[in-house]
């Protein structure tokens, strides 16, 4: 696999752990786990794995008679995985995944998790990658940011953003597809779509959505921005949707809605 990177690498991985390991947590992952069904001796393919908690997971049921490939774009998670014992890990561009002599067309899956919604670049170049990985009949299954998810925060901060003389569009760092352009982006790679589906989910935060912000949105969207300003804008958009998303004790909670997905490749 590849060890550049592309870009400038913004994730930090003590961060994404604080303020996000629900992405991770076995609540929300136990469904795109079963989906995936994986084997002892099985070889996979983890594309955006992040700090690596389910790649361990993985390994443990590949055995070491199987492989499992951990890929990321950012350095900083791919040492904490590293970290948390994952053998194989490195950092790639999944939107460019460059897969190693020898290694093309021999995976039995690829798995995805909370990950393909940053790969907005080339969705498309994400699924070519896949494809050269797998196997005739290998399958890929995955979860991530759909149509409607974090619904309300991302108008909100889009609203500010415009506020602040910004234009938005082009700094949203989501792609968050329909099931029918999803589908349809598969189908024309070469995939053969076994389920595809839109799936809602209240989502508890461990803290205020000031600190989502600052992992998710600082880093991104308003990376260019001052930091004081920024600081600002973050501030206002919590102001904004405090009255859908705070509920009377102070807990914040969003709207997720997770685009989860089995296809496989044709024998």
């Given at each position: 696999m590849s060890s550049s990177a592309a870009r400038d690498d913004k994730w930090t991985a003590a961060d994404?752990?604080?303020h996000a390991s629900f992405v991770y947590s076995a609540k929300f992952t136990s469904v795109v786990l079963d989906m995936l069904a994986a084997k002892p001796g099985e070889r996979i393919i983890d594309i955006g794995c992040g700090s690596g908690e389910l790649t361990v997971d993985l390994e443990k049921v590949v055995g070491k008679e199987g492989l499992v490939v951990g890929i990321d774009f950012s350095a900083n998670m791919i040492e904490k995985a590293k970290a948390n014992g994952c053998a194989h890990v490195y950092v790639s561009d999944?939107?460019?995944l460059q897969i190693e002599k020898g290694l093309e067309n021999t995976f039995d899956a690829a798995f995805s998790n909370a990950a393909l919604h940053w790969m907005k670049r080339d969705p498309a170049g994400v699924l070519r990658g896949v494809k050269r990985a797998l196997k005739p009949g290998g399958r890929f299954v995955a979860e991530f940011g759909g149509h409607l998810n974090v619904v309300g925060m991302r108008g909100a901060l889009h609203e500010v953003c415009r506020k602040h003389g910004m234009d938005p569009v082009p700094l949203d760092p989501w792609y968050f597809p329909s099931v029918e352009e999803y589908k349809e982006l598969l189908e024309s790679n070469g995939f053969v779509v076994d389920h595809c589906s839109l799936n809602p989910r209240i989502t508890p935060l461990p803290g205020k959505l000031y600190d989502w912000l600052i992992t998710f949105a600082r880093t991104s969207i308003l990376d260019k921005?001052?930091?004081?300003?920024?600081?600002?804008m973050m501030?206002?958009?919590?102001?904004?949707?405090?009255?859908?998303?705070?509920?009377?004790y102070g807990n914040w909670s969003l709207m997720y809605v997770r685009l989860r997905f089995s296809a496989t490749v044709p024998m």
């Open positions: 994404y752990n604080q999944g939107c460019d921005v001052p930091d004081e300003e920024a600081a600002q501030q206002e958009v919590e102001d904004m949707c405090a009255i859908d998303m705070r509920d009377s």
